[in-house]
């Protein structure tokens, strides 16, 4: 077994102490996916270890600004007995991303004004200090200073490739014709309708497998018939999805019963999968079948036991309809489930397996979802959002679509279907307000929408009223208030799309 030591910044910055056990080393290379870790927390170290001694990089939430935690990465590090200083390391993996990233993006086209490249000289300098004045106590406030200003950096250089981006795209082809869309399970009414239809290009719904299904063949028609009309009525493209979900809370009582027996489970998943697009197929086309099977949330099926129920699901629309649209969801695309060691598939690979079956996919919908543990992931800042789309378009697999979740409040939330975050969340309790959601949102929106490899975009769930994963996520509020977030979707649909 392999493992580093890093020496921990004296005082711990606020907040820091209790996601040092989140932390975990990843391979290096062009994966992000981590690699089973054993964390070990002593005094003044942390002590990360796993099964081989290669060299890698180690990940872990971190206290950034004014913005909660946020996921930062050492370059990558060989395994030697001396310990690494932890904010050191963090500082040069963060700058080097900055630096590799402006290089990249410069040499296609983007421009940086002077003062962008000033403070990145700056940064520089400072980081100079850093290293060459250690054990000197300026030289970890150095450190953190690199740390928190190329975190800044990052955020404005992904801001301005993003702009130029759609500036570049609307000169070239006009408005995009990327789909936006909110999910819904209860149709929108009178005020809330228009705006619904205002801020969105598509509509998307999505009921729980347990509420339409809630007894063996028994059926709730009349809520996804609601559902469906007022998303038609819209005039827009109509999708609908996740049909079967593992997360918790979505799967029916009767069905939970049979926790593990694979066979079972694929024969009651399949019946309602083809009854469902036996019944609707004429009025929807586009379908996300299943959504997080690569993120083992229930049912205890083994990794590879949820591919072939995936690869099943996905063959069994298609007979019934060969030229349906079939989407497959992905949770946790940065793989941060593959830091214990009862999962081994990374997300990548698990939409790789399922395309190189042979079955006709049309997308991989990527969440990026804060808030609600199990299903969120470790949060990251937009630089490593934009690396980590990219980085799925270079695979072998067909577009990509993205569905984004961030809490507005961390009240309790009698809807969700899952419990808060916590460590590794959505941040710290100061993040989850409305104008965190509405900063957030747009700029992920923003982001996703400029990509020409994106062809859709789905916030996860419209209000809080309807049952969901991501706490306090929705657009609307549990009242029917709309959230800061919608006018800001209302006003990039306005900018950017058909």
């Known amino acids: 077994m392999g493992s580093m030591t890093f020496l921990l910044p004296t005082p711990l910055p606020a907040g820091a102490g209790p996601l040092l056990p989140r ?10 996916s981590p690699v089973p870790t054993r964390v070990r927390v002593e005094p003044g170290r942390l002590v990360a270890a796993r099964g081989s001694g290669d060299s890698g990089f180690l990940q872990l ?10 996921t930062a990465c050492t370059a990558t590090l060989r395994e030697r007995d001396e310990p690494y200083d932890l904010l050191l390391e963090l500082a040069r993996g963060k700058l080097n991303q900055v630096r590799n990233q402006t290089a990249e993006w410069r040499e296609i086209g983007l421009q940086t004004p002077p003062d962008y490249s000033a403070e990145l000289a700056e940064v520089h300098r400072l ?11 300026h030289a970890a406030a150095a450190a953190a200073g690199v740390l928190d200003r190329s975190f800044r950096l990052a955020d404005r250089l992904v801001r301005l490739y993003t702009g130029q981006m759609f500036a570049t795209r609307l000169a070239e082809g006009g408005r995009l014709p990327t789909d936006l869309s909110a999910r819904y399970s209860s149709p929108p009414t009178g005020v809330a309708a228009a705006e619904y239809r205002q801020a969105f290009t598509a509509a998307r719904v999505g009921l729980r497998w347990r509420d339409v299904e809630p007894a063996e063949s028994r059926y709730n028609w009349p809520a996804v018939d609601a559902a469906l009309a007022a998303a038609r009525a819209t005039g827009r493209p109509v999708a609908f999805g996740p049909v079967i979900d593992l997360a918790p809370g979505t799967v029916p009582d009767w069905v939970a019963e049979f926790d593990g027996d694979l066979p079972t489970l694929a024969a009651f998943m399949c019946d309602y999968l083809e009854t469902l697009l036996g019944r609707y197929k004429g009025e929807v086309r586009r379908w996300v079948v299943c959504g997080g099977f690569n993120h083992a949330d229930g049912l205890g099926l083994r990794d590879d036991d949820r591919l072939r129920l995936a690869a099943r699901l996905v063959e069994a629309a298609l007979q019934l309809d060969p030229d349906l649209d079939v989407v497959v969801g992905v949770a946790q695309p940065w793989g941060d489930y593959l830091a214990g060691d009862d999962q081994s598939i990374p997300p990548g690979v ?20 804060t808030g609600s543990r199990p299903r969120a992931g470790l949060p990251r800042d937009l630089l490593d959002t934009s690396r980590l789309l990219d980085g799925y378009a270079r695979l072998d697999l067909p577009p990509v679509e993205v569905l984004l979740a961030h809490p507005a409040a961390g009240d309790p939330d009698p809807a969700a279907a899952a419990p808060r975050g916590g460590p590794g969340g959505a941040g710290s309790p100061d993040v989850q307000t409305p104008r965190w959601q509405a900063d957030w949102g747009e700029a992920s929106a923003a982001l996703a929408l400029c990509k020409p490899g994106v062809r859709a975009v789905t916030w996860d769930h419209w209000s809080d009223a309807d ?10 509020d549990a009242a029917g208030r ?17």
């Open 350 to 369: 698990f939409a790789e397996d399922l395309v190189r079956t042979g079955l006709r996919i049309a997308a991989v919908e990527v969440e990026l979802r």
């Open 127 to 137: 980081f100079g200090v850093a290293v060459l004045d250690r054990p000197a106590p």
């Open 467 to 476: 049952p969901h994963l991501t706490p306090s996520g929705g657009l609307l």
């Open 61 to 70: 939430p971190w206290p950034v600004g004014r913005g909660g935690h946020l």
């Open 482 to 498: 709309p959230r800061p977030l919608l006018g800001r979707l209302q006003a990039l649909r306005a900018a950017y799309l058909r």
């Open 23 to 32: 932390a975990c080393l990843s391979a290096g290379g062009l994966d992000p």
